[in-house]
């Protein structure tokens, strides 16, 4: 982890909870934890005139592109949705096309409020630890070089990120990296309500001090700049997804941004992440039922304090309590 901070110890502004450090490569921002991550716009097919199957089919080669992916990647997709400010401007071989547009553009003009909007995916990659790496290299015989390679990182992440868009440029409309400026421009509209461009600096470091322009008050009542922030829990989630379920949203007239991220991991963590939850839920219910069965305690008080002995005592320590008490009754027979 890298500390920017050159005085200040505590992190008390917005930049100082940022994670973005410099510009690495084209596109490629280099984070405070040592990741690496780069964003490209896209464009999906029409939910209006697709049909299920189709949409099943694309949900399913996107799937297949994300599987390449092993440990250690996070995969982060945004919709953003604003207020169109102009109606853009089109160029046209004839005339008939040019007036066909401009009756567009007064209607445009006419109706009011227009919304556009704008599909992100942004790439993160954080390597190994450095002791993980080193026992990696002993596997190889004949490099030139040992330890850990920075420039060999950022080109493989490079070379597998734009293998995984070239496979979802196949089916995807549009679909193409983002570069230096319009990577700054993104990230900035993710943390900040005003929308403009951001101009890339002739020093590519310090990028958490450069977007952050804006304050973050917290509390019961927080605030982003004079902007209020209110945040909604989804309690129940329903059994089956379909793709397209939140599309309604898009038909609202006000500015939205969702985003939904996925961690990958390789099949050694997810199964050990899989034994873990198991053995935390073995754990609960064994001390769910040492604490719900009904022992032969002096008192009420005895009885309520031992039961919540059993029943914390797995979950603090990780370590099973035995069922002594018959035996003690026995003996003390």
């Known amino acids: 982890m890298m500390n920017l901070a050159e005085y200040r110890r505590t992190a008390a502004r917005l930049a100082d909870f940022l994670p973005w450090v410099a510009l690495a490569d084209e596109g490629v921002v280099l984070n405070k934890d040592g990741s690496f991550q780069r964003t490209a716009r896209f464009r999906g097919p029409d939910l209006d005139s697709a049909v299920a199957a189709e949409l099943v089919a694309v949900a399913g080669r996107i799937n297949n592109a994300f599987r390449r992916l092993g440990s250690g990647w996070s995969i982060f997709v ?65 490099r030139e070089r040992t330890g850990v390679d920075p420039q060999e990182i950022l080109r493989t992440f490079i070379d597998r990120t734009g293998r995984v868009l070239a496979l979802l440029d196949g089916f995807m409309p549009e679909c193409a990296w983002l570069d230096d400026a319009e990577t700054l421009t993104y990230l900035h509209s993710t943390v900040s309500t005003k929308r403009h461009r951001v101009r890339v600096p002739e020093t590519l470091v310090y990028l958490d001090a450069l ?25 129940g989630f329903p059994t089956a997804t379909t793709p397209g ?87 003390r027979r």
């Open 78 to 142: 945004e919709a953003q949705r604003h207020e169109a400010a102009t109606y853009p401007a089109s160029v046209f071989p004839d005339a008939a096309s040019g007036l066909v547009d401009e009756e567009r553009k007064a209607d445009f003009e006419e109706a009011g409020t227009h919304y556009v909007s704008g599909y992100y995916l942004t790439f993160l990659y954080l390597p190994p630890a450095e002791e993980a790496a080193r026992a990696e290299s002993w596997l190889y015989d004949g």
């Open 211 to 235: 977007l952050a322009d804006q304050p973050l008050t917290g509390g019961l009542e927080p605030r982003l700049g004079s902007e209020h922030l209110r945040v909604l829990t989804i309690i």
């Open 245 to 331: 379920l939140l599309d309604d949203l898009n038909r609202l007239a006000l500015a939205t941004r969702k985003r939904r991220a996925s961690s990958r991991l390789s099949s050694l963590q997810s199964h050990r992440a899989g034994w873990a939850r198991r053995w935390d839920g073995r754990q609960a219910s064994r001390a769910f039922r040492y604490a719900t069965r009904r022992r032969r305690c002096p008192n009420n008080w005895m009885r309520a304090q031992f039961s919540r002995r059993l029943a914390t005592s797995p979950m603090m320590t990780r370590r099973e309590v035995n069922d002594n008490s018959r035996s003690t009754r026995s003996r």
